[in-house]
């Protein structure tokens, strides 16, 4: 590896992770796993203001063509995607997920779907019974499918120079959201992923990720050791936090999420409105 790729990795790193976690991946040795594949991975970040100009018919199709080859389990693509361009639609579904500009200005907005009603559709067609679409884990298996899909879409996207950012808050409403796309029984949204030509006025920062030396287990899961890194890891985004103008922490953040009765909003609602979809849960 040369000086100037062993640098070009260093930096990448560094803005992943932070200094001190990106020099025990990378070691002052240098690395010889790298590519540009890599690099666009590591350079992902959110982007949240886009140009107007809306997001070309080859551009989808090529993205689409990379969800399609993500892995699924058994084959069975239990996933699907609504493509939302219409200005009116728009509006309404950012208003069910959470006022966000990002969607109501979206020059394209994905929204990836956990799709047994294709599988439904099939057993119609051979006259049997969906006796095991009850099970979480079948809902489990589509939502895995249509992340895998909707992650293999970010990259191609990026890789085409576009921009992208996920909307969770698509789940706030899951009724609501099901009747303004016309979903199907048997079938859910998971994520939206607004996507356009990141606007070069605003700047988006990669955002630091917990280093290795937190997520990675060897063998067996162990949490001995680990509280080093998570120290380290608070001290780095809190700075990032800060110089975005937030004024939370990570700590905060998961306190926040997982420690506060109400957190959730009308997340909390998520299992009786999959079961009214055709869920069972069981």
């Known amino acids: 590896m040369t000086d100037v790729v062993l640098d070009e990795q260093l930096a ?35 982007v949240r203001k886009f140009l107007p100009e809306a997001v070309s018919e080859d551009d989808l199709r090529a993205i689409v063509a990379a ?45 990836w779907v956990a799709d047994l009603a294709r599988a439904a559709r099939v057993a119609e067609q051979h006259d049997k019974d969906l006796v095991n679409v009850d099970y979480v884990e079948s809902a489990l298996l589509g939502v895995v499918d249509a992340a895998l899909a909707a992650q293999n879409a970010v ?19 899951p009724r609501d959201v099901a009747a303004e796309l016309a979903l199907p029984d048997h079938s859910f949204a998971v994520v939206g992923l607004v996507v356009g030509r990141p606007d070069p006025e605003v700047e988006s920062e990669v955002k630091p990720r917990l280093g290795q030396d937190v997520v ?9 050791e680990r509280d080093a890194g998570l120290a380290a890891y608070e001290e780095e985004i809190s700075g990032f936090y ?15 999420r997982f420690a506060s009765p109400g957190a959730l909003g009308s997340r909390e609602q998520m299992r009786e409105a999959l079961r009214e979809r055709g869920f069972g849960l069981d």
């Open 242 to 256: 800060r110089d975005q103008g937030l004024a939370e922490s990570w700590v905060e953040r998961v306190l926040g």
């Open 67 to 111: 969800a399609s080859s993500a892995a699924s389990s058994s084959n069975l693509q239990l996933w699907s995607v609504v493509a939302v361009t219409d200005r009116d639609r728009l509006a309404r579904i950012a208003t069910l997920a959470g006022n966000q500009p990002a969607v109501r200005d979206a020059p394209l907005l994905l929204v």
């Open 216 to 224: 990675l287990h060897r063998e067996q899961y162990s949490t001995e």
């Open 12 to 46: 990448a790193l560094r803005r992943r992770y932070g200094t001190r976690a990106a020099e025990q991946v990378a070691g002052r040795g240098g690395s010889g796993a790298w590519n540009d594949v890599i690099a666009l991975q590591l350079a992902h970040r959110s």
């Open 155 to 173: 990259l191609a996207a990026e890789s085409l120079g576009l921009g992208t950012v996920y909307i969770g808050a698509i789940r706030n409403h």
